[in-house]
Nanobody, 122 residues
Framework: QVQLVESGGGLVQAGGSLRLSCAAS????????MGWFRQAPGKERAFVGY????????YYTVPEKGRLPISRDNAKNKVYLQMSSLKPKEQADYYC???????????????WGRGSQVAVCS
């Protein structure tokens, strides 16, 4: 069973940047499409984007595309979410997930990290 641990969250001013990391143990990530989700207070968990297992495709929900790039380092067994120009409405718990795929109109995952909190102050 692959376990994921996120790190890098914290408090940042609006317009600032953070890079979240997701480290895996108990297995290798190279066979999985890895992604990120976020859950704002009082809202449902929302899909941010993914980086395919084959390494040749990324996908993001608008308007995150280009501003929240996802990258992965299979040699280090890690996935990253680089966040820039952060807005207060993006304050949320951010979750790393593996085995990300679409199921109808929803995005699902096979395994999850526990989340990393990102707070954005104006």
């Amino acid at each position: 069973q692959v376990q994921l641990v996120e790190s890098g969250g914290g408090l940042v001013q609006a317009g600032g940047s953070l890079r979240l990391s997701c480290a895996a143990s108990g297995g290798t990530l190279k066979h999985y499409t890895m992604g990120w989700f976020r859950q704002a207070p009082g809202k449902e968990r929302a899909f941010v984007g993914y980086f395919s297992w084959s390494g040749d495709r990324t996908y993001y929900t608008v308007p995150e595309k280009g501003r929240l790039p996802i990258s992965r380092d299979n040699a280090k067994n890690k996935v990253y979410l680089q966040m820039s120009s952060l807005k207060p409405k993006e304050q949320a718990d951010y979750y790393c997930a593996g085995g990300v795929r679409a199921r109808g109109t929803r995005w699902v995952a096979s395994f999850w990290g526990r989340g990393s909190q990102v707070a954005v102050c104006s």
